[in-house]
């Protein structure tokens, strides 16, 4: 995929996923409208975060340069994975 294509998968998968996660926050209903929404989150996330890899480390070869801006986001989006990975692997329900 080019650079630009990346750029605009980016930015409407980033989008897609904030409208979900704010539509997880605010209805916590149980229909099956929302327990889809639920196993959606996760996959637009892993889409996001490898979309993301993409867009600003085109180059794996090489360190990359980033401002402390960036580092910053990479930072925290790591965080959110690693977050999201151990509630997919131990289950948003156990107690």
Do not use: C
Request: hydrophobic share 55%; proline share 4%.
């Amino acid at each position: 995929m080019s650079h630009t294509r990346v750029s605009k998968w980016l930015r409407w998968s980033a989008l897609a996923l904030l409208l979900n996660a704010a539509y997880l926050a605010a209805f916590a209903t149980p229909s099956l409208f929302y327990f889809s929404n639920v196993a959606l989150h996760p996959v637009l996330g892993v889409l996001v975060a490898g979309l993301a890899i993409r867009q600003f480390w085109p180059d794996r070869g090489r360190r990359p340069s980033w401002s402390w801006g960036v580092r910053l986001g990479v930072s925290v989006g790591v965080v959110g994975v690693l977050a999201e990975a151990a509630i997919l692997v131990m289950g948003g329900t156990n107690q």
